[in-house]
């Protein structure tokens, strides 16, 4: 996860009245899960919620990124629908957006992203868990090996780990500074929504990590930028075509 971005909470359950120790899956983090949505005239006069909408809207239909995530989810029979999978909220000031896997929606913090850049990277991030979500049997709730897996494959594919990212965060390094980044995130997201200690969270990532590193479905590669990524869907499509004609 890149800081500022949640992994999936879990299943929406009532936590009313358990004890304040006990792991909430994440969902402290973003408090409008559970309330009533507002209506879409209120909703519309708050600057946060249109810039969201339209930030978004931009990342979908221009993100080489977003498109091949999109188009291999399509593919996979889990396609993706603007106004039914997205849900710009307030949140934490943590984080920037989060999987909610009990309603398969990504949830976008609309007062934490002002950038387009960083909606474009929260959208991937959270758009690869989605990708899991589809494709495998994950379970986010009780294995968190399969939490670190997919953490480690959105921290390792959706540029949260690129050269100009790092330096942003005035991080350097030479030989293998991208899997020390990816190490890190994955380990930091898992602690951000699980109430497990630092060592359990590292247990869980490496002994996942060779394996979830180098998954690199559906990119085919690491795309370290949009290049990269605009290279990994014209092969994606042109795979699928060479497929259709098989």
């Not at 090996?145 to 997919?150: E, F, G, I, V």
């Amino acid at each position: 996860m890149e800081q500022g971005e949640a992994a999936p909470p879990a299943a929406a359950q009532n936590k009313v009245g358990k004890e304040e120790e006990e792991d909430d899956l994440g969902y402290r983090l973003f408090p409008e899960r559970n309330k009533n949505p507002q209506s879409f005239l209120v909703r519309s006069l708050f600057t946060y919620h249109n810039k969201c909408q339209v930030m978004l809207r931009m990342t979908l239909e221009t993100n080489p990124y977003a498109q091949l995530l999109l188009e291999a989810m399509k593919q996979s029979g889990c396609t993706v629908f603007n106004d039914r999978h997205f849900s710009c909220e307030n949140c934490d000031a943590c984080v920037g957006g989060g999987f909610d896997s009990a309603t398969s929606q990504i949830v976008l913090c609309q007062n934490n992203i002002h950038r387009q850049s960083h909606m474009n990277r929260v959208v991937t991030h959270e758009l690869i868990h989605a990708f899991d979500h589809c494709r495998a049997h994950v379970d986010w709730f009780k294995n968190v090996k399969h939490l670190a897996c997919s953490e480690i494959r959105a921290a390792n594919l959706s540029g949260d780990c690129t050269l100009m990212n790092e330096i942003a965060r005035f991080k350097f390094g030479l030989k293998g500074h991208h899997q020390t980044c990816v190490r890190d995130r994955a380990i930091r997201s898992i602690l951000a929504v699980r109430k497990i200690s630092k060592e359990m969270a590292e247990k869980a990532v490496d002994e996942v990590f060779d394996a979830c590193f180098n998954d690199l479905e559906p990119f085919g590669r690491i795309p370290h930028s949009k290049t990269d990524a605009r290279r990994a869907f014209r092969d994606f499509q042109n795979r699928d075509r060479y497929n259709a004609n098989l």
